[in-house]
């Protein structure tokens, strides 16, 4: 097929903009000869489940499914019952980017509760857990945190293990978004592990497209009693793979090395990169940390539109005028210089 766009352009308005690692492409060309048994019976699939054994431990279940919204409506939906509600940010994926998926095909409430540049505490947990055998109020289920944040901050492992000892002293399941996990790893500069299962995370929906992948992500079971019936909410939801070894081989590609690091890694330093470059430039004001791979700024009147006519990015708050910059596995060191050149030509 003809290339019909300038593989040289890059954006910064998300990860998901970048293309597939070419290690995974070659992954993806090594299992597609032959036939594999369909729907999860294959032997990539089956790897899967070792290999992230060696990042998360033994006992843990492992679902590949194709969209990150898919892997956190069926995450909550097996941790929860009917009348469940979840309690989030109101920055969280969930409630922001996701449509009305978790209403209308999870069926349950989310009890959104400010935050603390994208993060929650175990306080702030309490704003909505309440309502406890009150008919006439979503019964508090689940709480879910993103990992990073949607404002680019890493939850600490001890931060979790807060916050999953509260939950679970109010009869609540922890769930972990980790559409950016692997950023969040790199930043912490600690094993997926640390803050993850061993800090009291019940399910994990481990992300990979953002990270170089060809849309594939996995729901992590770490706590097998918590859940109910994720299999045949999976089938139910059409998040079941009749083709699974493409989606499992790709998980493979990335974490049976060091792929998954390498790429995060990289994508934060170009966001440090980004900011250094302009920490100091009048009229450029940080809004958040840079702990991973975003950067979020307010620019003067009239700038960012004049930016936009040469590079795409996201407005994240219209009524401040914030922006966000996403830097993804392939930005270069050149891509981050022209794009800082750019924003010291506009603000001049």
């Known amino acids: 097929m003809q290339r019909l766009h300038d593989a040289a352009w890059r954006g910064f308005a998300s990860d998901n903009y970048a293309g597939v690692h070419p290690e995974v492409l070659e992954?993806?060309?090594?299992?597609?000869?032959?036939?594999?048994?369909a729907y999860g019976e294959d032997l990539y699939t089956e790897k899967l489940t070792h290999v992230m054994?060696?990042?998360?431990?033994?006992?843990?279940?492992?679902?590949?499914?194709?969209?990150g919204t898919g892997a956190n409506v069926l995450s909550l939906q097996s941790l929860l019952p009917r009348w469940g509600?979840?309690?989030?940010?109101?920055?969280a994926h969930l409630g922001n980017d996701e449509s009305v998926a978790p209403q209308a095909v999870g069926h349950?409430?989310?009890?959104?509760?400010?935050?603390e540049h994208g993060k929650i505490t175990p306080e702030l947990v309490?704003?909505?857990?309440?309502g406890f055998g009150d008919e006439h109020h979503p019964q508090p289920a689940a709480v879910s945190i993103t990992?990073?944040?949607?404002l680019g901050t890493v939850y600490t492992p001890a931060e979790v293990r807060?916050?999953?000892?509260?939950?679970?002293?109010?009869?609540m399941a922890l769930h972990m978004d980790g559409a950016r996990i692997s950023n969040a790893a790199a930043s912490l500069g600690v094993p997926l592990r640390e803050f993850t299962r061993d800090a009291g995370v019940d399910v994990l929906s481990f992300g990979g497209t953002k990270n170089g992948l060809l849309g594939a992500e996995a729901i992590v079971v770490f706590s097998p009693e918590r859940v109910n019936g994720l299999i045949y909410l999976r089938k139910m939801n059409m998040q079941l793979s009749s083709k699974m070894r493409f989606i499992s081989a790709q998980l493979v590609a990335m974490l049976e090395g060091d792929l998954w690091l390498?790429?995060?890694?990289?994508?934060?330093?170009?966001?440090?990169?980004?900011?250094?470059?302009?920490?100091?430039?009048?009229?450029?004001?940080?809004?958040?940390?840079?702990?991973?791979?975003?950067?979020?700024?307010?620019l003067p009147s009239g700038v960012a539109d004049e930016l936009r006519k040469t590079f795409r990015f996201y407005d994240w708050n219209n009524a401040t005028g914030e922006v966000r910059w996403m830097c993804a596995w392939d930005t270069t060191e050149d891509d981050v210089d022209a794009f800082i050149d750019g924003i010291k030509a506009a603000v001049a």
């Open 27 to 37: 992954a993806l060309h090594a299992v597609n000869g032959g036939h594999q048994v």
């Open 53 to 67: 054994e060696t990042h998360f431990g033994l006992g843990i279940e492992v679902f590949p499914v194709f969209n």
């Open 85 to 91: 509600g979840v309690i989030c940010a109101q920055t």
């Open 108 to 115: 349950f409430a989310l009890l959104q509760v400010p935050h």
């Open 126 to 130: 309490d704003m909505q857990a309440y």
């Open 147 to 150: 990992q990073s944040s949607e």
């Open 162 to 171: 807060a916050l999953a000892d509260h939950a679970h002293s109010k009869g």
């Open 262 to 298: 390498r790429s995060a890694t990289h994508a934060n330093k170009m966001a440090a990169r980004l900011r250094a470059g302009l920490e100091g430039v009048s009229g450029v004001t940080f809004t958040q940390p840079t702990q991973a791979n975003g950067v979020f700024a307010i």
